[in-house]
């Protein structure tokens, strides 16, 4: 199977502009994660989906949201960014919400 | 607040050594924990999982699970220079909690 694909995989944008990253699931896996990664805070949960529906949320201020589409490809967008919002976002995926999660290679976010 | 915690390192061990890393976790409850292994600049890669107390095996790579101690630790036997890379400790929890992660160690292998 192919694994989890993530894209753009790097992204430079300027503080106030919005961006959104995209995620598609290992094939018939349901739930999607999103992570940041920071050197300082290491990886930080955002948030999670399961069949189009926000199951958990980490504790990220509004400016950061998520959906999930039917066939289960998820997207982040985070709008009006800061320079604090430079980070590597990963998301991944499992056959369900209990289940063994699978990394994608992630979007490295530059805000300048 | 749920935390999971590591020693960040580095860890260093030479080549052929046992390296043993290991992770503090605060929510008693917790049902799932798991090891990632992340190399520099690269995503994080599943190593192993493990539910019940005691000891897990995978080719050089032994879990070792203490629900009572809330403490869960990974050996690498042989340790090879390419084991050189940052180990995560994931843990969850029942129903819908989320994965949490600690902060990784960085583990250096020398030849």
């Known amino acids: 199977k192919a694994g989890v694909t993530q894209t753009p995989r790097y992204l430079i944008k300027t503080r106030g502009q919005q961006v959104t990253l995209s995620c598609s699931p290992i094939?018939?896996?349901?739930?999607v994660s999103w992570y940041q990664q920071t050197p300082g805070q290491g990886l930080q949960f955002l948030f999670e989906?399961?069949?189009?529906?926000?199951?958990n949320k980490g504790n990220f201020p509004g400016r950061f949201s998520g959906r999930q589409f039917s066939n289960s490809r998820s997207e982040m967008n985070v709008s009006t960014l800061e320079l604090g919002d430079s980070a590597l976002y990963l998301c991944?995926?499992?056959?369900?919400?209990?289940?063994?999660?699978?990394f994608g290679p992630g979007t490295r976010l530059l805000v300048l | 607040q749920k935390e999971v915690e590591q020693n960040s390192g580095p860890l260093s061990v030479p080549e052929g050594a046992i390296a043993s890393l290991n992770c503090t976790y605060s929510?008693?409850?917790?049902?799932?924990f798991f090891w990632y292994r992340q190399y520099s600049g690269k995503s994080p890669e599943l190593i192993m999982s493990?539910?019940?107390?005691g000891d897990k095996e995978d080719g050089r790579f032994t879990a070792q699970l203490n629900k009572a101690s809330q403490y869960v630790s990974l050996l690498i036997r042989d340790s090879q220079p390419s084991d050189s890379a940052t180990y995560l400790c994931?843990?969850?929890?029942?129903?819908?909690?989320?994965?949490?992660f600690g902060k990784g160690t960085r583990l250096s292998v020398i030849a």
């Open positions: 991944a995926s499992s056959p369900d919400i209990q289940e063994t999660q699978y």
């Open positions: 094939s018939g896996h349901r739930s």
């Open positions: 989906y399961f069949s189009e529906t926000q199951r």
């Open positions: 929510d008693r409850v917790s049902q799932s």
């Open positions: 493990i539910y019940s107390n």
């Open positions: 994931a843990v969850k929890g029942p129903g819908n909690t989320p994965l949490v």
